[in-house]
């Protein structure tokens, strides 16, 4: 069981499991397509964490259960004013992994819905599998809010500057194919198999000497921090525009309309 975690709390919204040197932790909120809440945030980073000091772990893949992936910060709980993050390790940010670096390969397998916070853990991941029939995308700013978890630090970095700004921007899906072509994911699974495909590809990289791996994930991840989004300096970019937007009046409208299956009605502050 994952540490700094409640044993019900981690059964009931993550699994944890170990096979053949490949920790799999599936986000497990099915009837919520697995959105974040505070819940979620810290079982996912207590498993990431456990998965991280295992020595039998070499590699770890992150998916979610039922068919969606993530389908990011849980609006219904934001629009209440609760908090989604674990308040013990809010430096790990988002879902308890999107700030959380480990020194071992973290594959993401998109097995579904994956828009907003799912892409932004997709993001954050060092390798991604994609299901056939799911999109990512960064639909924030058409809930008043803006992509917080990383998705703007690290969008620009993995695509063309103009196809992130219309990513960013437009908040349109980009479907599995297209997402392929841009060189966001390293492979596309046929219908249901996202998971079978990411562990396939786990056990490639886990059949590799662990040191060497997690050494070359470490120069890899050390001289391009500026680059992929995990620098400091960018962060605290970040929760300036965080503090700006979600503070605002269209940021509590965006999450109420959406609550009230309704369409916002924007003021700009």
Not at 88 to 97: K, L, P, T
């Amino acid at each position: 069981m994952a540490p700094d975690c409640d044993p019900a709390a981690s059964e009931s919204v993550i699994r944890y499991e170990v096979r053949d040197h490949i920790a799999i932790i599936t986000l497990n909120r099915p009837d919520a397509l697995n959105a974040v809440n505070a819940e979620l945030s810290a079982a996912a980073g207590a498993a990431l964490e456990e998965a991280a000091q295992d020595p039998s772990v070499r590699v770890v893949v992150i998916t979610g259960a039922g068919r969606a992936f993530c389908a990011g910060a849980d609006l219904k709980e934001i629009a209440a004013g609760r908090r989604i993050d674990d308040p013990d390790h809010r430096e790990w940010d988002f879902a308890g992994i999107v700030r959380h670096y480990v020194p071992k390969p973290v594959i993401a397998a998109v097995n579904g819905f994956a828009l907003g916070g799912g892409t932004e853990i997709m993001l954050a991941a060092d390798l991604a599998v994609i299901d056939e029939g799911a999109s990512v995308g960064l639909p924030e700013v058409k809930r008043g809010l803006i992509a917080g978890a990383g998705g703007l630090l690290r969008i620009h970095r993995q695509v063309p500057q103009k196809v992130a700004a219309e990513i960013a921007l437009t908040g349109r899906p980009v479907s599995a194919a297209r997402a392929y072509e841009l060189g966001l994911v390293n492979a596309v699974a046929p219908s249901g198999t996202a998971l079978a495909v990411a562990v396939d590809l786990a056990a490639e990289v886990a059949a590799n000497a662990p040191l060497a791996v997690s050494e070359s994930k470490r120069v890899m991840h050390e001289t391009a921090k500026a680059q992929r989004g995990w620098d400091d300096e960018s962060w605290k970019i970040n929760s300036s525009a965080i503090r700006t937007v979600f503070t605002s009046d269209d940021a509590k409208e965006g999450p109420r309309a959406f609550a009230e299956k309704r369409a916002p009605e924007w003021t700009g502050r």
